[in-house]
């Protein structure tokens, strides 16, 4: 749906180098009404809020659309060459983090992009330590079981040895050689 129109279109470019110059809303209106339009400091702040608003919208269609070919490039660099290891990527999001930071500063939509891309990383980081932590236990736990089968093994092996028939010397030699293994 389109807007109306507004008294002040026809005053857009030069509302815009008004405002690049660092005038004031008063000297602004000041300057309109000699060129015949009269309008309320409010509506002249709402026309500028507009634009600002609608200039930001048109940034960041190009912001994206500029991301969009990157993507296409990085599909197609991909495509020729293997794709790089996670760390590496981590490595490429904590650069763009902090340029995101320091643009961050006078664009709060940025400092919030930024801090939630920090977070997916440090997610990221925490859940792969949490996993190699994890699969330490699972390799301790299968040595452990290992060791207990192997205990159970040579304790029934030895059961059956003093069960037995033979000598007492020859029992203790089988019993040796159950537990040099």
Known sequence: MKARPNKLDPFAARIDDWEREGKTLAEMQADLREDGC???LSSLSEFLARKRQELAERE???????GGKMNRELDAAFAANPAPEVERLIDISKTLIM???V???????LLNLANSMQQTVLDYVSGKTRAALEGEKLKQGERKLKLLEEAAERASKTEAVLDSNLSSDDQAKRIREIFKR
Request: aromatic share 4%.
């Open 38 to 40: 009269k309008v309320a």
């Open 60 to 66: 960041m269609f190009a912001v994206i659309a500029s």
């Open 99 to 101: 340029t995101l930071q």
């Open 103 to 109: 643009n961050g500063r006078a664009n709060p939509k």
